[in-house]
């Protein structure tokens, strides 16, 4: 006697539970520009790929032995590859219950994150509902309120210090589905159809004045202030970047990233780079082409486009080695650490220790910003906490001084307790302060008692001036080499192959911070 | 209408767009002195500037919106 009667059944159930929450709930999810979770998954994955697990569980209603009705869990887990390479997945399905906890199993929710962690793959979460307590209404059903606890998230907060974990907003996001999205070292939300906040709109209504979802959560504000990493234009989008992002990392703090094939030569030498920096200190230039210009051609990968201005990061290749690129953008406070860009350098260094990537820094950094604003934004504080990731980290770093270091931002661009690579630029300019402003606090009491203090302050300028040769440096040893910036990339190639075998698989000595 | 916001704060040099020019992103728009350094701020969309909303030689704060754009 053969068990197909019994395989028949669960064939039966795989079918409603493939239904989601049905035609018409489907409909509205096309109809408001998502995908389904099942389309989701499958557009992320290699085809064919996509292993479930807890494909029938739901809740489900009997007449006698009979089965009558089935709701699928609104959660969809399981495995599968990227590249290739295994990935963790878990999709929220809004078409059951729009998300929300109330129809979630959360031992499954929690599946895909311990595959992850113990089977040692990244995971990626699409999040596309509330996640967490759900409705006021379930004070009816249950009869008695419960003091809030978050089963699991500990395994959650492990994973970040263990595998590559990406969160995608995929729609509008509340509460621990938030807390979901933003505890990753990827995370990114599609522009328009996705949201996130603590509490949505009716929520905060009741607390003040009526607000829209994108006006309260929008990648408008959540892009731009540091909530996630990116905004896309689509979730084709959301999944190429994911992708992408997961191409440059080992699949878990136990692996090293490695190297992959590059045909670009390292020995490349960029004419333009030679005149790019303009003479006069007080024009700006771009620090983007510089960064395509040095890395394996095509392979910066930038995150956090639209906040932290002042700083670009990103992961790229040399010679086929991942690394971590931090660069000074001078189009934003002329390259100085405020306070959203040193949280963004922060979590760059983190993430480059955590996963075994060298740093390369392109600094041009006249120090912190200065200013009321920089002073009410507590800059200072985020400031140090980046120090502190910069002096805590153990990946090997390379410093091209591209022009200004000026201050305790600019001694920070590299640890200062062991060996880092450093090059500058012949445009290289530092010390304390920047002569400009520098000498009206220096000399303010013989300015004041000048006749002409114009006349005096050009002179004293010249005297300055005279003795901010960077070859005065390098007499010195205050800068170790100055180099032709046209053979920048070289340089960093030969920093790479030599980083690559000074890196140490395993968990890092700083747990990485959300 | 869209509104570009400067992204820096510090005075406002000048204007480098009247109304009625037509912008792209990547255009410059308008110089800020910052960081005792003078600032592009460049266009984020295309359209055409209906009204400037600073004043040159004023102090300005990061996000107050510059410009105003229409299709």
């Not at chain 1, 490695?258 to 020995?267: E, K, Y």
Request: some cysteine; charged content about 25%; overall charge neutral.
């Amino acid at each position: 006697m053969s068990w197909d009667k019994e395989l028949d059944e669960v064939a039966r159930r795989r079918e409603l539970a493939f239904r989601m929450g049905g035609a018409d709930k489907v409909a509205r999810q096309h109809a408001s520009g998502k995908l389904t979770v099942r389309e989701r998954i499958e557009a992320l994955l290699d085809p064919g790929s996509f292993r479930e697990t807890g494909t029938i569980a739901g809740s489900a209603r009997y007449d006698g032995t009979e089965l009558v009705d089935f709701m699928p869990a609104n959660q969809i887990a399981g495995h599968g590859t990227i590249d290739a390479r295994p990935v963790a997945v878990v999709g929220d399905d809004f078409t059951v219950r729009g998300g929300a906890a109330d129809a979630s199993i959360y031992e499954k929710l929690l599946y895909p994150e311990r595959l992850a962690h113990d089977l040692r793959m990244p995971i990626v979460r699409l999040v596309d509902g509330t996640g967490g307590g759900g409705s006021v209404r379930t004070l009816e059903s249950k009869g008695f309120t419960y003091v809030p606890a978050l089963p699991g998230w500990h395994v959650l907060d492990a994973n970040l210090t263990r595998v590559p974990v990406i969160g995608l907003a995929l729609g509008s996001v509340a509460g621990l589905g938030a807390a979901r999205v933003a505890a990753s070292h990827y995370s990114l939300m599609v522009r328009e159809t996705a949201q996130i906040f603590a509490a949505g709109p009716p929520v905060v209504a009741h607390a003040g004045r009526p607000v829209t979802k994108e006006e309260l959560g929008g990648s408008q504000l959540h892009a731009r202030n540091g909530t996630v990493d990116d905004e896309v234009e689509s979730e084709q989008d959301a999944f190429a970047r994911t992708r992408r992002f997961l191409s440059y990392l080992p699949r878990s703090v136990h692996e090293l990233p490695g190297r992959h094939p590059s045909d670009d030569d390292p020995r490349r030498r960029e004419e333009m780079l030679l005149s790019i920096v303009p003479h006069d200190e007080r024009k700006v230039y771009a620090m983007r082409p510089i960064v395509e210009a040095i890395v394996d051609r095509g392979s910066f990968f930038e995150i956090g486009r639209l906040w932290g201005r002042s700083v670009i990061g990103g992961l790229a290749r040399f010679n086929g080695i991942s690394c971590a690129v931090l660069a000074s953008d001078p189009y934003h406070y002329g390259g100085a650490w405020t306070r959203t860009s040193s949280e963004k350098l922060t979590r760059l260094v983190d993430l480059a220790d955590t996963f075994h990537l060298p740093i390369v820094h392109l600094v041009d950094v006249p120090g912190f910003q200065i200013g009321v604003d920089a002073e009410r934004a507590a800059t200072i504080r985020a400031g140090v906490r980046a120090m502190s990731a910069i002096e805590r980290s153990t990946v090997p770093w390379c410093t091209i001084l591209v022009r200004k270091c000026f201050g305790v931002a600019g001694a920070a661009s590299r640890p200062a307790g062991r060996l880092s690579m450093r090059y500058a630029w012949p445009s290289g300019s530092w010390g304390s302060l920047p002569i400009a402003g520098g000498l009206e606090a220096a000399y303010r009491a013989e300015l004041a008692a000048a006749p002409n203090p114009q006349a005096l302050r050009a002179q004293i300028e010249a005297r300055l001036r005279a003795v901010t040769s960077p070859l005065r440096s390098a007499e010195k040893f205050s800068i170790e080499e100055i180099i032709d910036p046209r053979d920048t990339r070289r340089l960093v190639c030969e920093f790479a192959d030599l980083a690559l075998h000074a890196l140490t698989p395993g968990p890092s000595a700083q747990p990485y911070r959300p | 209408m869209k509104r570009l916001l400067s992204p820096v704060s510090g005075i406002l040099r000048t204007y480098l767009v009247d109304v009625g020019a037509h912008v792209t992103p990547d255009t410059e728009i308008a110089l800020v002195e910052s960081m005792k350094m003078e600032i592009p701020v460049l266009a984020e969309s295309s359209g055409r500037v209906t009204a400037l909303l600073a004043d040159p030689s004023s102090m300005i704060e990061e996000g107050q919106p510059l410009l105003e754009l229409g299709v």
